[in-house]
């Protein structure tokens, strides 16, 4: 099955960082921080099971920032997501690479209780990972190279650390 990708921040969700007083079966409310919804939607990337897109959405994502940073980020199996019931919707993303622009999603008509179990699931099931400022740049490198980002395409303070 897929994957679902979403960028957060990995200490929020990590139980071994989680303040002392938080409950051992549960999570910080500044966890859903990185969930917040527009309309009731939630942004998302699909990634194939074997991960062999996964740089290149990395690379798309960190392209459309304003500065060169770490890359925190879940991957969640789509069926955890089917099974909490929630919508999963194919609509356009905004990427400068447009074969990853093809690979958004967003979760939809998300309640309360809905964001809630998502933040649930991210923090038992997901696999919650990092890419550091480096890897980061040299994966926007690869993807420049390949042609899948265009130069002109980035923000100021990313094209000059490329440079």
Known sequence: ???????LRKNKF???????????????ADALKDLETTDNDLSVWLIEEDLSNLERV???LAANRDQLANIDFALL??????NLG???????GLAPDQAVSLLHRDLIQLTATQLTQLAQALATHARLERRS????RLLLLDSLTAG??????LKEG???KLA
């Open 86 to 92: 929630i919508l999963i919707q194919s609509t356009p």
């Open 158 to 160: 990313i094209a000059n």
């Open 133 to 136: 400022k480096s890897q980061v």
């Open 148 to 153: 899948y980002i265009e130069i002109s395409s």
């Open 58 to 60: 990395l690379a798309a």
């Open 77 to 82: 199996d789509v069926t955890v997501i089917n």
């Open 14 to 28: 990590v139980r071994e960082l989680q303040p002392a007083w938080v409950p051992q079966d549960d999570i910080q």
């Open 1 to 7: 099955m897929p994957l679902i990708l979403r960028t």
